[in-house]
């Protein structure tokens, strides 16, 4: 009888089974070593919108708090620490392909969604949503560049698919074009309609078969446009995610990411072929990302050809990525204004009955955290752990053998194991009844064939790291 480590390493679904490659990896995220639990997204709103909810938002203010915005196809809301949500604009009529986009530049959170002209919110003093300015264009996409705030997919007469455009230098409000102030637009005629744009030191203008840089360089010509990817675009606008100057989005044939100069591809001969094949392309413009800072998560929702919805989840740290059950229709980063022991009893009737913890970053002002909305709900993923399952590859050592003992190694928690055993390749997975480890850490089991693979689910409700199973196996005589 030898003892075998089979050590969790990294899902690449694209790979075949015998790789050594997880076959399985749900509900859970990637860390430098082992997998650690995802959280279950829980209700955050303490009241309904009027509409299912498509977008949600975190303005910072000066002293540090925070203002969370959420929106629909009709009506923007406020969201307060304690969830309570206000409509603060109506009348709205934000297409079926389109949804509110916001922005933030200084005091003024900016909102777009390609039917009205931008929408401002001055933070501390506004109480509704307004007109940003006469001359404010409308357009699908919105960021901030530099001193700019900058428009992409403009509505003029007609749709300007390929068009970006920008305010006056450190003047929101000013978008006649003039060389004095620098307010001008770029039209770019390769690579398809403009699907996104993403601000920062520089932009970055996704289209559908292309990516252009956006680079301050003063008048005359203001910004300078360069094509850093002729051929390479992205697929869906709901699918592009930013941190600290890195642009994540969905291209034709799979994830990529963008520093500004270079496109690498993450997904290739991992997920990227199990993404499309799993993701319902028709669906694709309900997709959403967000990037969770503290874990170094880049997040997808989309919705599957099966109907429902899931996430997949990249570590850009360890570089692996695993997926796992929404429990949301659109993801966001999001954030929340200061909680009193006072306030909570709007949230729940008692400490006991929270579904967050205490400790939780819900409720420390001007925090961040991944958040959500479900129909006319904000949710926030700081629930339990979602049920979890990491499943080996096939296990095999040379010949017919039997599996007989598995023993789970999870930090702070247990397992249960279950064993899919079978002669050939071309035979079916099916798993047996999953056993529970017994207080010694131990799961018997009793499994002939070649190829053996292992699931396991981590148990108990503070569980954080799932590294490994051992597993027992003695050769089997043949005759």
């Known amino acids: 009888m030898a003892t075998t480590k089979l050590t969790f390493g990294e899902w690449m679904p694209d790979q075949p089974s015998v790789s050594g490659a997880l076959t399985d990896a749900k509900n859970v995220v990637s860390q430098a070593i082992g997998y650690g639990p995802f959280p279950a997204p829980v209700t955050f709103s303490t009241s309904n919108a009027a509409e299912d909810l498509t977008a949600l938002y975190a303005a910072k203010k000066p002293n540090g708090d925070t203002e969370l915005f959420a929106a629909g196809s009709t009506r923007i809301y406020t969201v307060t620490g304690v969830g309570a949500i206000t409509q603060v604009k109506s009348g709205m009529t934000t297409g079926t392909d389109d949804r509110v986009r916001f922005t933030q530049f200084g005091k003024t959170v900016i909102s777009t969604n390609n039917s009205q002209v931008l ?3 001055t ?3 506004s109480t509704s949503f307004a007109n940003l300015s006469a001359s404010a264009p409308i357009a699908k996409f919105i960021t ?3 001193d700019f705030v900058v428009c992409a997919n403009t509505l003029e007469t007609t749709q300007q698919q390929y068009r970006v455009r920008w305010s006056a230098l450190n003047n929101e409000t000013d978008w006649v074009e003039d060389v ?5 637009y770029q039209d770019i005629p390769d690579g398809g309609q403009i699907v996104g744009i993403r601000g920062g030191e520089f932009g970055l203008v996704l289209l559908e078969r292309a990516i252009h840089r956006m680079t301050y360089v003063g008048t005359p010509f203001i910004f300078q446009f360069d094509n850093i990817s002729r051929g390479k675009g992205c697929m869906a606008s709901g699918s592009i995610a930013q941190y600290q100057g890195v642009t994540f989005f969905l291209s034709h044939d799979g994830f990529y990411m963008c520093d500004g100069q270079n496109v690498t591809a993450i997904g290739a001969e991992k997920v990227d072929r199990f993404f499309l094949q799993d993701a319902s392309e028709a669906d694709f413009k309900t997709m959403s990302a967000a990037v969770d800072p503290i874990r170094k998560l880049v997040i997808w929702n989309y919705k599957t050809v099966n109907g429902n919805r899931s996430v997949l989840i990249y570590n850009f740290k360890t570089q692996k990525w695993t997926y796992g059950d929404a429990g949301t229709d659109f993801l966001s980063e999001a954030s929340t204004a200061s909680v009193t022991l006072e306030q909570l009893d709007s949230l729940s009737a008692s400490i006991d009955a929270l579904t967050t913890s205490l400790d939780s970053q819900l409720f420390i002002g001007g925090k961040y955290f991944l958040g959500g909305t479900l129909g006319t709900r904000v949710m926030s993923f700081t629930g339990a752990n979602q049920t979890a399952v990491i499943s080996t590859g096939d296990l095999d050592i040379g010949a017919n053998s039997v599996v007989t003992l598995a023993r789970p190694i999870v930090d702070n928690g247990s397992a249960t194991v279950a064993i899919a055993s079978r002669t050939l390749l071309n035979q079916g997975v099916n798993f047996n009844t ?4 017994s207080s010694e850490n131990r799961v018997p089991l009793r499994s002939a064939g070649r190829y053996h693979r292992l699931k396991v689910t981590p148990t108990g409700a503070n569980w954080n790291n799932a590294i ?4 027992d196996v003695t050769p089997q005589g043949v005759r």
């Open 468 to 471: 490994s199973v051992d597993v």
């Open 119 to 121: 929408q401002a919110w």
């Open 180 to 184: 004095n102030t620098q307010s001008d």
């Open 123 to 125: 933070l501390g003093t």
């Open 434 to 437: 999953a056993v529970a480890a």
């Open 144 to 146: 901030v560049v530099r």
